[in-house]
């Protein structure tokens, strides 16, 4: 199947989630031919994947840093992205706060939840961010959409549900606690969209049923 098969495909099987189409180490040719399918948001892991597409690719594509961010490249992503989905600390989101005012932006974050209390992932843990979160909200020039989770992985999706209806409950306590609309909740990748639809996900991240699986060999 194409590109655009397998993206009416995934796009099909969840909604009405907004799809973000993981193309991290996929070449701008993949990209390009995506978006003349209709896609118009892409993930990508690497800061340096965006600084290098985002030039030779179509000007209304939405750009979704989806991977952990250091803080040396928060300046040089932030002129590209239009939302990063993996703040996870509270160091992390003062600096992006310090570097988009420098910048005259508004930065669409999400934060991110070590909602599995996995030691190979980054996030915060529920009870940090639940701690942190009002000095978090507190800092200029950042919009909070809401929460992202990478739980850990299972072959079976529906062992990930309890992760995915956790991260909607914490994201529920913290709008109504704080007053906000918290809009988002970034989860869910290929093996797994569909149940994080079904708990609540309005962003999924998917890559490899749209594009394949990259050959290493």
């Excluded at 993206?7 to 180490?25: D, N």
């Excluded at 909200?137 to 850990?152: A, I, R, Y």
């Excluded at 909607?168 to 609309?181: C, N, Q």
């Amino acid at each position: 199947m194409s590109i655009a098969d397998n993206l009416k495909t995934v796009q099909a099987s969840t909604a009405p989630a907004t799809l973000v189409a993981v193309s991290k180490t996929w070449p701008a040719a993949y990209v390009q031919e995506a978006y003349d399918a209709g896609q118009r948001i892409f993930g990508e892991n690497k800061v340096q994947e965006i600084i290098e597409k985002a030039p030779v690719l179509p000007q209304d594509i939405e750009w979704h840093l989806i991977g952990h961010l250091q803080k040396n490249k928060i300046r040089k992503v932030l002129p590209h992205c239009a939302m990063i989905h993996s703040v996870d600390s509270l160091a992390l989101a003062g600096q992006i706060s310090r570097i988009a005012g420098e910048l005259d932006l508004v930065c669409s974050i999400l934060l991110q939840v070590n909602i599995s209390d996995d030691e190979a992932k980054f996030g915060f843990s529920a009870d940090q961010l639940r701690g942190e979160f009002e000095e978090i909200q507190s800092l200029p020039n950042l919009k909070f959409e809401g929460l992202m989770t990478v739980p850990k992985f299972d072959s079976d999706p529906e062992r990930v549900r309890p992760a995915f209806a956790a991260l909607r409950e914490l994201r529920d306590d913290l709008a109504v606690k704080h007053g906000l609309t918290l809009r988002h909740l970034s989860m869910g990748m290929s093996h797994d969209a569909k149940v994080a639809v079904e708990e609540g996900a309005t962003l999924v991240r998917v890559g490899s049923s749209i594009f394949g699986k990259r050959d290493y060999g």
